[in-house]
């Protein structure tokens, strides 16, 4: 954790480039626009559970096939939620506290169950924010553009770095879109990590998600094989812009 940590840190501070006028409540920042969002990130009863997909499986076509997305979401989100339940079935103490709690103290968890709230914590929550992120015919925003434009230095810049960062990754990772202090940074993490995990104890440290991409092969194999590329080329095209913008406000 702690030099996936420090990695996150380095890619953040090599990549965010520029500080801008636009203002991100802190207050707002410390719990995740997305939670408020997502009750499947607050437990029910003392269980986690799969939300509705909110779209059909072949919502995404032509870009993200109808079996992928149904394997990925039918399949490995639901395995990640059942782990994480059996996890905290193991530690009553944890019960009724959110996903974004427990992830942002995950060095305090008792060790026994440490890993895997990591583990499968991560991929319930990754995989959540995941499915938010992506639909098709959206166009990126006002909010989204004014910011990209003075972190990045122009769309393309933004563009090219996520790709690279995307692709950089070795093995199975993530790679985000995060806004922190007012600047938009982009970085990547391994397995199921995510920027929220042990951020940090004050509003400030702890950054906003924005976007992120699966780079698990799960995601892409069965329509583009070993060609990570051509899927995160792809990806543009079903980067849900509204949702974005409305991440921003
Ligand atoms: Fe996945």
């Known amino acids: ?23 991100a409540n ?24 799969l939300a509705p997909l909110g779209y059909d499986y072949y919502a995404l076509e032509p870009f993200i096939d109808a079996q992928t997305m149904e394997i990925h979401y039918s399949k490995h989100h639901q395995t990640y939620v059942n782990k994480l339940n059996e996890a905290i079935d193991k530690e009553p103490s944890l019960r009724g506290k959110s996903l974004d709690e427990l992830l942002l103290n995950l060095s305090g968890l008792p060790s026994a169950v440490k890993t895997a709230i990591r583990n499968h914590g991560g991929g319930h929550w990754n995989h959540s924010f995941f499915w938010k992120s992506m639909k098709t015919g959206t166009q990126m925003g006002p909010n989204f553009t004014k910011l990209a434009i003075a972190s990045f230095g122009s769309i393309e810049t933004f563009k090219s770095t996520f790709e690279k960062v995307s692709l950089g990754v070795f093995g199975s990772g993530w790679a985000w879109l995060i806004l922190q202090n007012n600047q938009l940074k982009i970085s990547a993490t391994s397995n199921q990590d995510n920027p929220l995990m042990d951020a940090g104890k004050t509003p400030e440290m702890i950054p906003k998600v924005i976007l992120g991409i699966d780079l698990w092969e799960h995601a892409y194999y069965l329509k583009h094989q070993n060609k990570r590329g051509a899927y995160v080329t792809n990806f543009w095209n079903v980067v849900n812009w509204d949702e974005i913008e409305l991440l921003l406000k």
Do not use: W, Y
């Open 26 to 49: 802190a207050k707002d920042i410390f719990v995740s626009t997305f939670t408020k969002l997502d009750g499947s990130l607050m437990p029910n009863n003392g269980r986690f559970e």
């Open 1 to 23: 954790m702690k030099s996936n940590r420090k990695e996150f840190i380095r890619n953040s501070t090599l990549l965010g480039l520029g500080v801008l006028g636009l203002g």
